[in-house]
């Protein structure tokens, strides 16, 4: 195997800031720090693959892609033509604003999750389209028409005014007032469980995705990811997938030329707020990958290991540059971009 590809998005992003920022301070990640430290610190221009996570983050991907991924097909098993990212999401209202949080914090039963889809699909039914709830926090809907529109990503979305998140282009209109529709049909409907709640755990979705998007070209092999949206892309593109929570870190580094990690629920955790999963996240990476990835590295099943955690940079380390004593290991604090 050549090369080993990390994002970490949002690591050493310049937005780091708060709880997440003192968290990194505390945080006891050797491996992580050795590996930021020793390694060439690189333009993110130079860098010749691809940034998987940017692409989600940006909304720039297409999730028609992963809705072949999960199967997801109309009554007649016929796939739609178009596809968009629906997730569901909590607004949180008060004089001047409607703020948009994400749904990262709740559980959904089973009923719960067929209730929501079932509401939903009554308001969209004359539009012979069809809503997919995945899980509490993913959402698809799959039409044959009105896909002149543009969506602003959830992840840059959460925490703003959802009145100043407008969709543009020729069909946006539609789907704000689908929207106005689906939130009408949703009031009331997602905890039928729990008498205690007085108002909805979900009383809104987020239409985003660009069902436009092309595939990428392949670049990797294997790519290994907790993204639906990410893994249906690369298998699209030809390329081998993995899911993280089935991913078996024994693997053989000799038998690949080339692998990408994309965990997309560390940047996720981190615009939810949720510092726990956060730093979960990376206590997992430091103690349950790095030390494979610098074992293979230090045997030469690995020539390099290349990690892309900022906007506008990204370090390459060589086994060579291990020995390069000069270059002190440094907290990771000290490479968060400016």
Same mark, same amino acid.
């Given at each position: ?12 992003d310049k937005?780091?800031s708060?709880a ?7 945080l006891?990640?050797p ?8 390694a060439?610190?690189?333009?993110i /221009?130079?860098?010749?693959? @691809?940034?998987?996570?940017? =692409?989600?983050? %940006? ?5 028609g892609f992963a !809705? $072949?991924?999960?199967?997801?097909t109309?009554?007649?098993?016929k796939?739609f033509k178009?596809w968009?990212?629906?997730?569901p ?20 039963s089973?009923?719960?999750?067929k ?9 969209i ?11 509490e ?13 543009s969506?602003i ?13 407008p ?23 997602? /905890?039928?469980?729990n008498? @205690?709640?007085?108002?909805? =755990?979900?009383? %809104? ?5 660009n069902?436009? !998007? $092309? ?41 690949r030329?080339?692998l990408q ?14 510092i726990?999963a ?11 990958w ?16 290349i ?6 940079y ?7 540059y291990?020995?390069k ?10 490479f968060?971009?400016?």
């Amino acid at each position: 195997m050549k090369t080993l590809i990390l994002e970490l998005p949002g690591l050493l992003d310049k937005h780091l800031s708060g709880a997440f920022l003192e968290s990194l301070k505390q945080l006891e990640l050797p491996l992580l720090s050795q590996l930021v430290s020793k390694a060439n610190k690189c333009a993110i /221009s130079e860098f010749n693959g @691809i940034q998987y996570s940017r =692409l989600e983050s %940006s909304g720039d991907i297409n999730p028609g892609f992963a !809705a $072949k991924l999960l199967n997801l097909t109309d009554e007649n098993s016929k796939p739609f033509k178009y596809w968009f990212r629906a997730d569901p999401i909590e607004l949180l209202t008060d004089i001047t604003t409607i703020h948009m949080k994400g749904n990262w914090h709740f559980k959904f039963s089973e009923h719960q999750i067929k209730r929501v889809e079932t509401n939903i699909n009554q308001c969209i039914e004359h539009l012979q389209a069809k809503f997919f709830l995945i899980s509490e926090t993913e959402g698809y809907i799959g039409c044959n028409q009105y896909a002149e529109t543009s969506f602003i990503s959830l992840l840059n979305a959460l925490g703003n005014d959802q009145r100043i998140i407008p969709s543009t282009g020729n069909d946006a209109h539609h789907w704000q007032q689908l929207l106005t529709e689906i939130q009408m049909s949703l009031f009331g409907t997602a /905890s039928p469980d729990n008498p @205690i709640h007085t108002r909805s =755990l979900v009383n %809104s979705i987020h239409f985003w995705g660009n069902p436009h !998007a $092309k595939l990428t070209e392949k670049k990797i092999d294997t790519l290994v990811s907790d993204s639906n949206l990410i893994l249906g892309l690369a298998k699209s593109s030809g390329i081998s997938i993995n899911i993280i929570s089935e991913f078996n870190s024994e693997f053989n580094f000799d038998q690949r030329e080339s692998l990408q990690l994309t965990p997309m629920n560390l940047i996720r955790s981190q615009k939810h707020g949720d510092i726990t999963a956060w730093e979960n996240i990376l206590i997992a990476i430091e103690k349950d990958w790095l030390p494979k990835i610098f074992s293979a590295l230090k045997k030469q099943q690995l020539e390099q290991i290349i990690l892309v955690a900022g906007e506008n940079y990204y370090y390459r380390l060589k086994k060579s540059y291990l020995k390069k004593f000069w270059r002190r290991t440094k907290p990771l604090i000290e490479f968060i971009e400016g």
